[in-house]
């Protein structure tokens, strides 16, 4: 069980490394952008698309590393005063919701992302990139998403049988 808690562990870990880098192409593209608009008068029209395209990346990619790393925003007025036993005894409560609503969300995704690929789908602006791909991105970050809460509720279900770490 720790083999595969380490491997969806890795997984997210990995995923959030690779598009955190994304973040100096955005902060490249930004400062490239605001030159050639000012500077020479020619602004760009793939900066605004490359860089929301980069930003929604992170955010969707990260979010796996962000719930490992326990990064997430919560309400801490009752959560901070529980016991370890009582957090993971909410958190395993809490995980139901999370998981029903990440998993009708990934059935939505996929069978989206599996349109928007089929038909080629692109942004129809003057640029005209592919968006399939972000909607494919989307598909994965609900998947790992799952994959990280479900490590963290086996977890947090162990802890509180147990009264160990997993």
Same mark, same amino acid.
């Given at each position: 069980?720790?083999?595969?808690?380490?491997?969806?562990? !890795?997984?997210?870990?990995?995923?959030?490394?690779?598009?955190?880098?994304?973040? !100096? #192409?955005?902060? %490249?593209?930004?400062? =490239?952008?605001? *030159?050639?608009?000012?500077?020479? $008068?020619?602004?760009?029209?793939?900066?605004? +698309?490359?860089?929301? #395209?980069?930003? @929604?990346?992170?955010? !969707?990619?990260?979010?796996?590393?962000?719930? /490992?790393?326990?990064?997430?925003?919560?309400?801490?007025? $009752? &959560?901070?005063? $529980?016991?370890?036993? @009582?957090?993971?005894?909410?958190?395993? *409560?809490?995980?139901?919701? *999370?998981? /029903?609503?990440?998993?009708?969300? /990934?059935?939505?995704?996929?069978? &989206?992302? =599996? +349109?928007?690929?089929?038909?080629?789908?692109?942004?129809?602006?003057?640029?005209?990139?592919?968006? &399939?791909?972000?909607?494919?991105?989307?598909?994965?970050?609900?998947?790992? %998403? /799952? !994959?990280?809460?479900?490590?963290? #509720?086996?977890?947090? %279900? =162990? #802890? %509180?049988?147990? @009264?160990?770490?997993?």
């Amino acid at each position: 069980m720790r083999r595969i808690l380490s491997v969806v562990d !890795l997984l997210s870990t990995w995923f959030g490394k690779v598009v955190s880098a994304l973040t !100096l #192409f955005v902060a %490249l593209a930004i400062v =490239y952008e605001i *030159f050639m608009r000012y500077a020479f $008068v020619k602004p760009t029209v793939w900066a605004s +698309e490359s860089t929301a #395209f980069a930003c @929604g990346l992170v955010y !969707l990619l990260g979010g796996a590393w962000t719930l /490992l790393e326990d990064k997430h925003v919560r309400i801490d007025m $009752v &959560y901070a005063k $529980v016991s370890p036993r @009582g957090r993971a005894a909410l958190d395993c *409560f809490t995980y139901l919701f *999370f998981a /029903l609503y990440i998993a009708v969300m /990934l059935q939505a995704t996929a069978i &989206y992302a =599996y +349109e928007s690929a089929a038909l080629r789908e692109t942004t129809m602006t003057p640029w005209d990139p592919p968006i &399939y791909p972000m909607k494919v991105a989307m598909t994965v970050a609900l998947a790992l %998403l /799952l !994959l990280q809460g479900t490590a963290k #509720f086996i977890r947090n %279900l =162990y #802890f %509180l049988v147990t @009264g160990k770490t997993l």
